[in-house]
């Protein structure tokens, strides 16, 4: 007879967390570190030359952007993973694509579904698809939805998840700001500090929202992202 020990009940847990931290760690080859969601193009137009200003753009990008955007809708594309609901994946998934406001944003999201997606067939990782217990990725699904099954697929809980993306925006646009501001690693860590709080504040707010409340207000990032598709010199892409 197999008894099962705490340690032992607990290795499934540390199985998710390790998966959950693969797929948020910057060295996962979809290339990320390629994009700045208009960070470049705000430090081009002086709208951000320090790091309190820094501080102020990244609060206001999570509270108004991810906390109605792409956290909510991560916790119900998990959902719909869970149940194998077709129509409700590829309704979420299009609503993420509806809310990209430039070119440069709708392309990021693409290209990181895509290379995130090739990776997970490279490793086996991909959902069976119609004959399997699971529905197949959306057509040109975008990364978020792509993010969301691989979570869901390693066991991952909906809040931890959650956090985990948001932990990664984060550290992104801070590795952003150390190439271009430039930034120095001891002042991104006061940012960190500073910002943690406000990551769990917006997962809180993220789960606790009705459909109808969901939506990105950030008409200084789309207007940043706008111009840095005609920016003469940059390093990023978006």
Known sequence: M???????????????????LQLVSPALPIG?????????SAFELGWVTDEAMLGEWLHGVLEDGLTRCELPALARLMAAWADGDDATLVEWDGW??????????????????????RLLGSLGLLPPGPSGESPALPAGAGYVTVFAWTAHARGVPRRQALLGFAWAWLENQLAVACKALPLGHTAAQRLVERLRPALVAAVDQALALEDDALGPV????????????????RLFRS
Do not use: C, K, M, V
């Open 2 to 20: 197999h008894i099962e020990t705490d340690e032992t009940a607990g290795q499934g847990d540390d199985l998710a967390l390790l998966g959950l």
């Open 32 to 40: 990320a570190f390629a994009f700045s969601q208009g960070l470049e």
């Open 96 to 117: 993420l694509a509806a809310n990209r406001e430039t070119a440069e944003l709708a392309a990021e999201d693409t290209r990181l579904g895509a290379s995130l997606a």
């Open 218 to 233: 950030l008409p200084g990032l789309a207007l940043a992202s706008a111009l840095h598709e005609t920016q003469y010199s």
